[in-house]
């Protein structure tokens, strides 16, 4: 079975500051994972994805990933916020047909 | 660039009521889906589309649920006789052919509140 879990609803940051967003899944088989961006009123917004290549997968807008198999993670940095960064993350895990989402972390970015 | 399309934004309706929420996919796309968010909770899957037909649902999807690709263009999920615990978020994806891991493309999302 595939599950994925978020540790924080919520991430303060300072504006400047590192961002680690966690996640961790649960895969009977070799995990694709994605990271999701929700902007308020907007659609789920892919950031990067994780499909067996390399470990360390960059996205969109700074944000990068790193796949650690020992750890069964898969989580979400950026060196240095942007007050355009808040939003809603969501990590997913995809078997088949199907995403198993996060219930995922709202960052907020302080001035 | 190319998106997914909901309609409406929001919707109110009363518990027993039928409603029907729209999607445009992406054009070229042939995979569909449509997914929920109660609030607080995670994203859920409901059901996947493919050549007309369902190819995989959830437990949640009852016989309550139905989708449809009436033309070229829309696809609809319909809710028969809704309840309050039909209130939630529903996002619709599409993703193009190829391998499954392909991304899965998601809209603004319908915001469908039961009373």
């Known amino acids: 079975a595939q599950s994925v879990t978020q540790l924080g609803s919520h991430v303060s940051v300072s504006e400047g500051a590192l961002v680690l967003l966690r996640c961790n899944y649960s895969?009977?088989?070799?995990?694709?994972l994605f990271w999701y961006v929700q902007y308020p009123n907007q659609g789920l917004q892919l950031l990067l994805k994780?499909?067996?290549?390399?470990?360390l997968v960059k996205g969109i807008n700074g944000f990068e990933a790193e796949f650690k198999k020992s750890e069964t993670s898969f989580h979400l940095t950026k060196p240095s916020a942007h007050m355009s960064d808040a939003a809603e993350y969501f990590c997913a895990v995809s078997a088949g047909n199907q995403f198993y989402f996060g219930t995922g972390t709202s960052l907020t970015v302080i001035p | 660039e190319p998106e997914v399309t909901q309609t409406p934004s929001h919707q109110v309706t009363q518990m027993g009521q039928e409603v029907i929420l729209r999607c445009v996919p992406i054009s070229n796309h042939l995979y569909f889906y449509w997914y929920r968010q109660i609030l607080g909770q995670k994203v859920e899957f409901l059901v996947s589309?493919?050549?007309?037909?369902?190819?995989?649902k959830s437990e949640i999807f009852d016989d309550q649920f139905s989708v449809e690709r009436p033309d070229g263009s829309n696809f609809t999920l319909k809710i028969r006789s809704t309840k309050l615990e039909d209130s939630a978020m529903y996002f619709c994806?599409?993703?193009?052919?190829?391998?499954?891991?392909?991304?899965?493309?998601f809209g603004p999302g319908t915001r469908l509140l039961v009373l």
């Open positions: 589309f493919y050549n007309n037909e369902i190819s995989e």
């Open positions: 994806a599409s993703r193009p052919p190829g391998p499954w891991v392909e991304t899965q493309y």
């Open positions: 994780y499909t067996s290549a390399a470990t």
């Open positions: 895969s009977s088989v070799p995990p694709y």
